[in-house]
């Protein structure tokens, strides 16, 4: 089956400095999503990579989907405390009428201030 | 977007005894879907719910175990059956939108004694 590994497990960041979690999948995705899990709260949805070498920005997070459309990215700019959280990469097989998402490990960030 | 609740929100139970858990959504969705997380651990899916049709379980779940219901556009239970400690977890439902973006719900807390 689909699996999607997500590295690193754990980041621990100084403020300001930056911060990637990479996810690869062992399959062709027809999309990836990424999430944010605040500790003790839900995950809640970032953004949706479609394009083969996408690239989308929100404010200082910059998220990539690669040119085989089996890899991402999710880059953090000058992390902030507000940025702790574990971030989740979840991927949707390519097939016709498939809508289950295969969800990596995620990456748990620290930021120390 | 969707905004989702659950109930209840926590519970602590006995073995051998059931959990009904219920999500609202205040949109009418095509596809809810129901997750497990253990705490620190990523998600995984235990059933889609189509309004109208069977749930459909991924490998590891059964009805019998995890018998759901989708009455309605904008409602669902997820009961956990005969529960055992090993069923302490988060159960989370979740929503596609049109845009195929994927929402969830807070959560219910089940530790089961």
């Known amino acids: 089956g689909q699996q999607v590994m997500q590295i690193p497990q754990y980041q621990h960041v100084q403020e300001g400095e930056d911060f990637t979690t990479y996810c690869n999948s062992s399959t062709t995705l027809s999309n990836i999503q990424w999430y944010k899990q605040r500790p003790g709260g839900h995950p809640v949805f970032l953004i949706q990579?479609?394009?083969?070498?996408e690239v989308k920005k929100q404010k200082r997070l910059t998220f990539q989907f690669g040119e085989a459309k089996k890899n991402s990215s999710l880059h953090i700019t000058a992390t902030q405390t507000t940025d702790v959280g574990t971030y989740f990469c979840?991927?949707?097989?390519?097939?016709?009428?498939?809508?289950?998402?295969?969800f990596g490990k995620g990456t748990k960030l620290s930021v120390i201030p | 977007s969707a905004v989702i609740s659950q109930k209840p929100s926590r519970d602590i139970c006995q073995r051998g005894t059931s959990l009904t858990i219920q999500c609202q959504v205040d949109s009418q969705v095509t596809m809810m879907f129901w997750y497990r997380q253990q705490p620190g651990q990523s998600l995984t899916l235990i059933a889609t719910a189509n309004q109208g049709s069977e749930a459909t379980y991924e490998s590891g779940f059964v009805i019998d175990k995890f018998p759901i219901s989708r009455p309605n556009l904008t409602f669902s239970t997820l009961t956990v059956s005969n529960m055992s400690p090993e069923d302490s977890s988060i159960y989370l439902c979740?929503?596609?939108?049109?845009?195929?973006?994927?929402?969830f719900g807070p959560g219910t807390r089940l530790t089961v004694t």
């Open positions: 979740s929503v596609w939108t049109d845009l195929y973006e994927q929402y």
């Open positions: 979840a991927g949707k097989q390519s097939g016709a009428g498939s809508y289950q998402l295969t």
């Open positions: 990579l479609v394009k083969s070498g």
